[in-house]
Every structure is written in structure tokens, then in C-alpha cells.
């Protein structure tokens, strides 16, 4: 945190001034919240600003102030916004405004109680704030609860029209106050990562920047995996559900009170959410409205995102399509992290992304497209971390060398869950199976799994030794030669396929060391039917070094935990080809930044005994990039 400097602004100004409008609502960060209060404070309201002296939960350095305004879909519904200014700005001053919207800014907590013995505006972004020194700085903070969270009103309606009219008021009303210079940016993480996008597919002049940490990039993928359902298919609309009826602080403001018990008047609201949720076909109107990376196609706000690639809740699905449509300038952190912000911490301290420097270029970043100002770093457009741990400068992402597509041939597996498979290890002598464990699915956006639960322990070589065998059991795998030289795979990798037969697919692809152990580095699952079917995997920027193999497996989803239902047929699959984008890894530009600590979480997860097996394929025809 920078040290804060002394303003000569006089708050008694600033008091006039806010009493002469409202304020928007945001979302707090959970560290502590009950041990951390020394005092109790008032609830701020439109013409009563409350200071950090007079409530402890207000971040030192602003006056908070609650505001009420509507939604611009014309339903009647009431938005509840929690503003945080300067302290002592002027009469008549203005500034830029950082906007986040999201249901995680209900002042009793984020997702659940938070042990808040008084009211105050939620600190969920307070790291963000403290680590750009924010006020200081000369920027407004708002934070706005959608539509059923926190202080509004309305039926929750996860990223559907109803927020995407929730995300257009928001940045209107912040734009437009008094005190706001009429320049505003959007920050979040997560599912305030998600309004980020919607906010840049909206294409409104006043929004100037979008920072998106960790987004889902096309909410049907959240819940479903092209018709397969996912763990939380049920789970996160309960989870939601919840959020959305958790029970506020008796302290608050009577308007606020009032408005966040109106699912108790309207118990609808949570018996549509969920009914939503439960739409399988990816066509259906409810999706295709919710479908974030199609509806991308010519914005141009500047975008600064952050993905995981190995992150296991908000994947990398449809972010490379999202990235094509948008047409603006863009920043990206990308690499092998989990569901984390970009200056989180491990608890023994290091930096969960591995990179220093977060809040430095995320402030220069909205400095120069909110206030106009000329960078005085020359940061990288993208800054990518691939799957050595190593990281490189990019100015866009991905950067491809050649895309190949690969004949992989055909095979045939049954569709039965892996049972099998199960049965025939059962038999040849390999340590006893189990059959997989599938998690709950009641999460939300923020609180997912890290890893979904381990391949059972020889499965996958015993799988390989079973086909050697002549067997059709749940499963087989494609081998390419190995690598003369080293080889990045970025981008979406693809696999079409022509089937006979109905029931699910799933598909991997492996990093296959000579030594016979292999990474599972990118999977996806979907329904089949007779005919071709194409599948796009999840973004992935992953190096095979020089006498690796890749392999591929081509099954019934055997591990990983979707709620897919097998249908016992044996599925015959010819003419599949992978079509992969390369990159040569030899003329990497190298930034700074160290190795992301969960990457090494991922490889114990997820790495297996896989001999490599006949090869059919060359990653790399010809041999060259």
C-alpha cells in the first residue's frame, strides 16, 4: 500500500455536495470482519455521509453515502448502490468513477453471514482499494447490488436480461451524478467479472475500461458442457438462491431493510432462478441471451482480463471466441492459476499468480482511459504464463505460428461411465478401483472446488493396457510420434468426429513423458448422437518439450464429476481429427514473474502412469512451425 497522502480538501464540501445526490453500493472483502470492529457506526444514507471515524468499516480516506435508483428495463426494479468518495473533495470537483456491480455486496456478507456486528459498505475489493491507495489516487468507488441481492429489489436473473438492464443503469447513474467527471470503469472478480463483460457488450460511451478478473465467458458453460449437465447444474441456483435472501443487519437503513426482504413478498423469484438453470439446450432463448462471448462481436472497450487456464470453476471456455469478437484495446494476465485475484497471496506469501504488480497496472490502466493520462510503464499487452511456469510478452492472445489439423482415425469405446473399464482392471491384477466420487455441485461463482476429485490410481494406464488387448471397453487413446523439439498448443484446440451410436463423449488430451507418466491438460464432454459431431476444448497454452508424445482419449466420462447419464451403447467413432494452433516456444519475449504456486497443485492432481502407445499422428507435419 502506498503511503497516503495528505489532502487539503475540505470535507465539510464534500458533506454539501453528497447531500445533493446519491450514492452507489459495492461488495466487500471478507477478512475478519467481527474481530476487526473497534466501534459501531450509522448507516450512511444519500444526505447523511458517514466517515471512517464514525464507522469502522468505512475504508479510511472516503465518505460513504447509500443511494437508491431504478433499473433501465422499465420492470420497476429498485437498485441499491453503496458510494465511497474522497474525503474532503471539493464542491463542485469531480472524478472518475470505478464501478462494480454484483450480488456479493449485501452489507451482512458476501455469500453467507459474516459475523458484522454493525452495518457498513461491503469490503470485498478493500485489497483493491488499498493497494491502489484509490482516493489518494482521485477515484470514486461504487459499488451496486443486483437486482434481488443485498439492497434491491427484483427477481435474481444470473447475467440474463434483467442484469444486463441492471449493468446499463449502474453505469448511467455513476456517470451522471454531480460528483462523477462522467468516466467509469468496471472491476470485479468472478461474477462482477461477468457484469465487466456485460458492461463492454453493452457499448456505452461513459464506460472507458473494464478490468475482469477470472470471468465466465458464456454462462451456459458454467452449467452445462455442451448438453452434459455440470456438479453445480442444481447447486449454484440454491446457492444464489441463498445469497439472495440472506438476512441484512438490523442497523441498516430502513429503505435497505425493506428491499432485501423482497424475496419474502415474491417467492417466485427464487422458484424461476432455479427453473432456468435446468434448460439444457444451449439454443434456447434463456442461454443464447446469457451468451457473453457471441454478443461481444465489435465492442471495443479497453479490457484487462485475468484466466486461470487450470483453474477448475470459471474455465476457459469460449474466452478465445470473447477475445476475437472484441475489437478495442486489451491487457491480459493469463497462465496456470486457479480461481484467485491478481494480487492474492498464498499463505506463505508468495503471489497465487505469480506476478508482482497488480494494482500498479491495473490503477495506470484506468489512469489512462478514464483520466486520459499517459502511462509511464510501457506494460505488456498480455502477459502469459505457460505451463513450465515460464513468462513471456505478448501483444495479443494467442499468438499462433502455424494450426495444424490432424487425422486421429477412429476406435470404439461403450458409454458406461467407465464401468467397464472398471470391471476388466477388476480382473487383470491392478490395484482394486473405485468408481468416481462426484462433489455436492452447491457453489456459487466464488466458491467452487479447486480440483475436481482424482482419477482412480491406474485407471487410465490399465485403460491403455486393456485396448493393447484388443478390448472395447469405456474408452480408447490416439498417439502422436514423439517431439523433435519443443511445442507450445495455444489457443482452443477442437476435435470433430463422425459417430455411430448415442450417449456422451468425453475427450483429453495428455502430456506424455518419456519416463511414462502423462498430464491430463485439457478435457471437455458432450452429448452424442449418430453423425459429426466438433467439440471445442478449453483455452489452454500448454508446452510439450522435445521427446514428448501427445496423446488423446476418446470415451464415456469416467472421471471428472458432471452429472452425465451413459446410455450403455457402444459408440464406433471414425474420421476424428484435432485441430491445434502452435506456437514455437524458441523466440518466447520473457517478462517478469514466477512460477504460479497451484501449478504445481495441478500437476499432482492430474498427472497418471500413461506409456506411451503406437504412434499414428505428427503433431508437427513436416517438422516445421
Known amino acids: 500500500m502506498r503511503a497516503r497522502r495528505t489532502t487539503g480538501w475540505a470535507a465539510s464540501a464534500l458533506v454539501t455536495t453528497l447531500a445533493l445526490t446519491g450514492v452507489l453500493a459495492g461488495p466487500a472483502a471478507a477478512s475478519g470482519p467481527a474481530a476487526a470492529q473497534e466501534r459501531t457506526g450509522p448507516a450512511a444514507t444519500a444526505a447523511g455521509p458517514v466517515t471512517h471515524q464514525q464507522n469502522d468499516r468505512v475504508p479510511e480516506g472516503s465518505l460513504w453515502t447509500q443511494h437508491y435508483f431504478p433499473s433501465s428495463d422499465r420492470s420497476g426494479t429498485e437498485l441499491h448502490a453503496d458510494v465511497l468518495l474522497p474525503e474532503g473533495l471539493p464542491k463542485k470537483a469531480k472524478v472518475p468513477v470505478i464501478l462494480s456491480v454484483g450480488p456479493y455486496f449485501g452489507h451482512s456478507g458476501q455469500s453467507g453471514a459474516e459475523g458484522w456486528t454493525h452495518t457498513g459498505p461491503s469490503d470485498r475489493f478493500q485489497d483493491f482499494i488499498e493497494g491502489t491507495d484509490l482516493f489518494d489516487q482521485g477515484y470514486a468507488f461504487v459499488m451496486v447490488d443486483l437486482r434481488g441481492f443485498g439492497g434491491s429489489t427484483g427477481c435474481l436473473d444470473w447475467g440474463g436480461p434483467g442484469e444486463q438492464a441492471d449493468v446499463r443503469a449502474a453505469i448511467d447513474w455513476a456517470a451522471k451524478q454531480p460528483w462523477s467527471t462522467g468516466a467509469v470503469g468496471l472491476y470485479g472478480k468472478s461474477y462482477d467479472a461477468v457484469t465487466g463483460l456485460i458492461g463492454n457488450n453493452l457499448d456505452q460511451r461513459a464506460l472507458k475500461a473494464v478490468v475482469a478478473q477470472e470471468p465466465v465467458w458464456d454462462m451456459y458453460q458454467y452449467i452445462y458442457s455442451n448438453g452434459v449437465p455440470r456438479p453445480n447444474v442444481t447447486g449454484t441456483a440454491s446457492a444464489y438462491n441463498s445469497i439472495a435472501t440472506l438476512a441484512q443487519l438490523p442497523d441498516d437503513d430502513p429503505r435497505y431493510l425493506a428491499n432485501s ?44 482480463v485475468t484466466q486461470g487456464f487450470i483453474e477448475n470453476n470459471t474455465k476457459p471456455e469460449e474466452m478465445q471466441e470473447y477475445l476475437d469478437n472484441h475489437k478495442g484495446p486489451e491487457r491480459g494476465w493469463v497462465g496456470q492459476w486457479e480461481h484467485v485475484r491478481g494480487g492474492d497471496r498464498t499463505g506463505d506469501g508468495r503471489l497465487s499468480m505469480g506476478r508482482e504488480g497488480w494494482y500498479d497496472e491495473t490503477l495506470s490502466f484506468y489512469d489512462q482511459y478514464l483520466k486520459g493520462s499517459r502511462p509511464e510503464v510501457r ?10 511456469g515460464a513468462w513471456r510478452a505478448q501483444k495479443t492472445w494467442p499468438v499462433v505460428d502455424r494450426s ?43 466458491n467452487a472446488p479447486t480440483t475436481d476429485p482424482a482419477a482412480p490410481r491406474g485407471l487410465t494406464e490399465g485403460q491403455a493396457l486393456l485396448q493393447e488387448a484388443g478390448k472395447v471397453t469405456s474408452s480408447f487413446f490416439v498417439w502422436s510420434g514423439a517431439l523433435k523439439k519443443s ?33 491430463m491438460f485439457d478435457e471437455q464432454v458432450s452429448l452424442l448422437s449418430t453423425g459429426r459431431l466438433t467439440v471445442d476444448l478449453k483455452a489452454t497454452d500448454w508446452t510439450l518439450a522435445a521427446g514428448h508424445v501427445l496423446a488423446v482419449e476418446v470415451g464415456s ?69
Not at 514473474?593 to 507435419?621: E, I, K, N
Request: charged share 25%; with cysteine; proline share 8%.
Open 261 to 304: 426482504r423482497y424475496e419474502q413478498s415474491h417467492p417466485e423469484c427464487l422458484t424461476q432462478n432455479t427453473a432456468g438453470y435446468r434448460i439444457a439446450d444451449q439454443d434456447d432463448p434463456f442461454w443464447t441471451a446469457r451468451n457473453l462471448a457471441k454478443a461481444a462481436k465489435g465492442t471495443d472497450t479497453p479490457l484487462f
Open 379 to 388: 506494460y505488456p499487452a498480455y502477459s502469459v504464463e505457460d505451463s513450465t
Open 404 to 446: 495444424v489439423n490432424l487425422p486421429l482415425g477412429g476406435g470404439s469405446y461403450v458409454d458406461d461411465g467407465g464401468l467397464s473399464s472398471l470391471a476388466a482392471l477388476a480382473t487383470s491384477g491392478l490395484p482394486s478401483l473405485r468408481e468416481r466420487v462426484k462433489p455436492s455441485g452447491e457453489w456459487d461463482m466464488e
Open 487 to 519: 511445442v507450445r498448443i495455444t489457443g482452443t484446440p477442437q476435435i470433430s468426429l463422425k459417430a455411430e451410436g448415442e450417449g456422451n463423449v468425453m475427450l483429453k488430451l495428455y502430456d506424455v513423458a518419456p519416463d511414462g507418466t502423462a498430464v
Open 557 to 625: 466420462i469416467r472421471t471428472g464429476s458432471w452429472r452425465d447419464t451413459p446410455s450403455g451403447e457402444t459408440i464406433d467413432v471414425k474420421g476424428a481429427r484435432l485441430r491445434l494452433a502452435l506456437d514455437d516456444p524458441s523466440d518466447d519475449l520473457p517478462t517478469g514473474g514466477a512460477r504460479s504456486p497451484y501449478l504445481d497443485t495441478y500437476l499432482s492432481q492430474y498427472t497418471v502412469d500413461l506409456p506411451a502407445g503406437p504412434a499414428t499422428f505428427t503433431v508437427v507435419p513436416g517438422g516445421r512451425l
